[in-house]
């Protein structure tokens, strides 16, 4: 069995040695390129030539030659050095933000409304940064961002965060919901304790939607009547239009809607103004800040 080269006993400065001695025809000018000693770098090549098993320089008073098995290892040199090359030029991108990997959960509002358009800019600008996109339920936001799981989190307003550093994004406007033919559709202006009087279709538990609605009624003295709870605002759509229910949506996905016909009825209460909030994940990498000052500088565009 033939024995194998131990890479522990190379290392790149030895092969830069040697690279260099074999184009400069000289131990000592090739130490010099090298910043070595002659000494030392006459060490490293023999202890190279032990590693190899094999000749790799023919040493004369005239100078140093390649044997042809140096000519072999100059070849596989220069190829391990532009590797390097390469994984270094690779890494000093990955440091500038200009290639990686963002994990972004946002709720299911942020996604729909402002996402599509803010994540088309960026990627375009920035075409080697892959953004790995998931819709999640705010709590689940925060504490994925605050576990490092998530490097970047948007979600709603009235979620707990705990020592999470958050700052502003956009705000959704929310508004009451119905079927065209629904007695709650001959309003323009509604307030929320009217709404109670009807039943409702909302999302599953652990939304902030549903929180943020859930404890308007609480101050009403009431119990919202949820009929039907669904994962998504589309199939809150389908089943309001429907007519099994009410709702309480973010005006950009109603818009969007367009398949349904249905009634949008604006609401009085102040909460209906909701605002978004972005997280970052303290251990997140250049490429989560570069997308963070893209969503920030899109939330200007926006409120300008």
């Given amino acids: 069995m033939a024995t194998l080269i131990n890479p522990a006993r190379i290392d790149f400065v030895t092969l830069r040695l040697f690279c260099a001695v074999a184009q400069l025809g000289s131990v ?40 042809p098995a140096g000519h072999l290892a100059m070849q596989h040199a220069l190829r391990l050095f532009q590797g390097f090359e390469q994984f270094s030029s690779e890494i000093w991108d990955y440091n500038k933000g200009t290639r990686g990997h963002v994990r972004l959960w946002a709720n299911m509002s942020a996604l729909t409304e402002f996402l599509p358009a803010c994540l088309s800019t960026f990627m375009t600008e920035h075409p080697d940064i892959h ?23 948007i979600f709603a307003e009235n979620t707990p965060v705990g020592d999470l550093s958050v700052e502003p994004f956009l705000q959704d406007q929310l508004v ?78 109603v818009r969007e809607t367009k398949p349904y016909p249905l009634k949008v009825v604006q609401l009085k209460e102040l909460w209906a103004k909701r605002k978004l909030l972005i997280g970052v994940s303290q251990t997140c990498s250049s490429a989560a800040l570069l997308l963070r000052s893209h969503l920030r500088e899109f939330a200007g565009t926006a409120h300008g």
Wanted: aromatic residues 4%; hydrophobic residues 40%.
């Fill in 131 to 153: 953004v790995e996109l998931e819709e999640q339920l705010s709590g689940d936001i925060v504490r994925a961002v605050v576990d490092g799981v998530a490097d970047i989190g």
């Fill in 28 to 67: 000592t000018r090739g130490a010099e390129a090298c910043s070595l000693a002659v000494s030392a770098a006459s060490r490293r090549l023999v202890d190279f030539e032990n590693a190899t098993g094999t000749k790799l320089l023919d040493r004369s008073a005239r100078g140093v030659k390649l044997t």
């Fill in 176 to 253: 009451a919901v119905c079927a065209h033919d629904h007695p709650l559709g001959r309003k323009k202006r509604v307030s929320f304790e009217e709404c109670l009087k009807h039943d409702f279709v909302g999302l599953n538990r652990g939304s902030s939607l549903l929180e943020l609605t859930s404890r308007s009624a609480e101050q009403y003295g009431q119990v919202m009547r949820v009929r039907v709870q669904v994962r998504s605002f589309d199939a809150m759509c389908q089943l309001i239009n429907a007519n099994l229910g009410i709702g309480v949506l973010p005006l950009g996905v």
